[in-house]
């Protein structure tokens, strides 16, 4: 059954400030939506919302997953429901490897949270390294890759490739990517958009975060969404993008007569 994301008047707060203020979105498998906005319009609240971030509250409304609410589920309960994200700032982990990282993080979603499930889903070391040889074929990756230290001395570029090399092992229903453009050159957009653009698919639906209209030359969403204080005010196809490139968020912006369009 295809899998459907749904947030309808969710309201969220950090450190008692409301940012999130009434968003309503719905994402569905096999889908790709931007979501772009400006510096500060509470794009990546909303990611670390979605994931479950116990740093941000929700104070109203409800996200679910086929009807089913999310908010009272832990973030592992939600990447075992096929939900993912990945960061705008990739935390580096010294000691650590990215095999060794991809292999128990990809172990802990096939067990349903009990000890006993988990080991009897966990794959060999063996398995896991032709499993994932075979990933980072598909996403044109040195294997080298694989035995540094998770993204302990990576370039921008390498740090969101890693994260989208997370996405080929989990092979998440519905990923959510927070500004993975960001503070990458040209030729890293490429990159990464090339990746993206290898998995996603039918499987897996997308909710892409940015701020720059840059990565949709290479990315084409199906849907492209407007944020601005915390809620979605326009809605349209790739004419909305190319829209905001010529006249700015500034134009949509209510007060300036924008209008607010009807969220998917």
């Not at 086929?66 to 935390?91: D, T, W």
């Not at 063996?126 to 035995?147: G, N, Q």
């Not at 492209?224 to 968020?249: F, N, P, Q, T, W």
Request: aromatic share 8%; net charge negative.
């Amino acid at each position: 059954m295809p899998i459907e994301l749904s947030m309808k008047d969710l309201h969220a707060s950090v450190e008692g400030k409301e940012i999130l203020k009434g968003l309503s979105l719905t994402v569905r498998e096999g889908e790709i939506h931007a979501l772009m906005g400006p510096n500060g319009s509470g794009k990546s609240t909303l990611a670390f919302v979605l994931m479950g971030h116990p740093k941000y509250k929700v104070t109203q409304g409800d996200i679910t997953l086929n009807g089913e609410s999310i908010l009272a589920m832990l973030p592992n309960v939600r990447a075992q429901k096929g939900l993912f994200l990945a960061f705008q700032y990739p935390f580096e982990v010294p000691g650590v490897t990215v095999f060794n990282f991809l292999r128990t993080a990809y172990n802990a979603l096939r067990g349903s949270g009990q000890p006993k499930d988990i080991a009897a889903e966990t794959v060999s070391v063996w398995e896991f390294r032709d499993f994932l040889a075979e990933k980072l074929k598909l996403l044109k990756m040195d294997e080298e890759f694989a035995s540094r230290y998770l993204n302990t001395g990576f370039s921008g570029g390498e740090k969101k490739r890693c994260e989208i090399l997370q996405m080929a092992v989990l092979q998440p229903r519905l990923a959510v990517l927070d500004e993975t453009d960001s503070g990458l050159d040209i030729d890293s957009v490429k990159t990464v958009a090339e990746g993206i653009n290898t998995l996603s698919g039918p499987e897996m639906g997308v909710l892409l975060i940015t701020h720059y209209q840059r990565i949709l030359r290479y990315i084409r969403p199906q849907f492209v969404h407007v944020m601005i204080d915390g809620v979605v005010v326009r809605s349209g196809g790739e004419e909305l993008a190319l829209l905001l490139e010529e006249k700015g968020y500034e134009s949509l912006k209510p007060d300036n007569g924008g209008g607010a369009g009807p969220p998917n």
